[in-house]
Nanobody, 123 residues
Framework: QVQLVESGGGLVQAGGSLRISCAAS????????MGWFRQAPGKEREFVSS????????YYADSVKGRFTISRDNAKNTMYLQMNSLKPEDTAVYYCAAARTYGSNRRENYDYWGQGTQVTVSS
């Protein structure tokens, strides 16, 4: 089992920045690829970004490419999402997730999920 806890969400103005974190416990964090998903009210949960076990490979949804940066610190068992140039359409609950293999943007390929952190971007 891997337990994931997100933090760092909040309210920010459009154009601002925010960094959210995902702290992992349980099984060895570095054994897992990690991902961020988000879910806005009335919409399906969508893929945002993923990172492989070492942090050397990353992947982004087109909607966030160039604005968001995913990273991880395996010594701290923590993953991050730096979000810059935020837009109102980025408003959502952001979830971190762990997968045994890297390379998927599909929810069903992720085995463990956090409870989410709310990010609200005001216009």
């Amino acid at each position: 089992q891997v337990q994931l806890v997100e933090s760092g969400g909040g309210l920010v103005q459009a154009g601002g920045s925010l960094r959210i974190s995902c702290a992992a416990s349980g099984r060895t964090f570095s054994n897992y690829a990690m991902g961020w998903f988000r879910q806005a009210p009335g919409k399906e949960r969508e893929f945002v970004s993923s990172i492989n076990w070492s942090g050397r490979s990353t992947y982004y949804a087109d909607s966030v490419k160039g604005r968001f940066t995913i990273s991880r610190d395996n010594a701290k068992n923590t993953m991050y999402l730096q979000m810059n140039s935020l837009k109102p359409e980025d408003t959502a609950v952001y979830y971190c997730a762990a997968a045994r293999t890297y390379g998927s943007n599909r929810r069903e390929n992720y085995d463990y999920w956090g409870q989410g952190t709310q990010v609200t971007v005001s216009s």
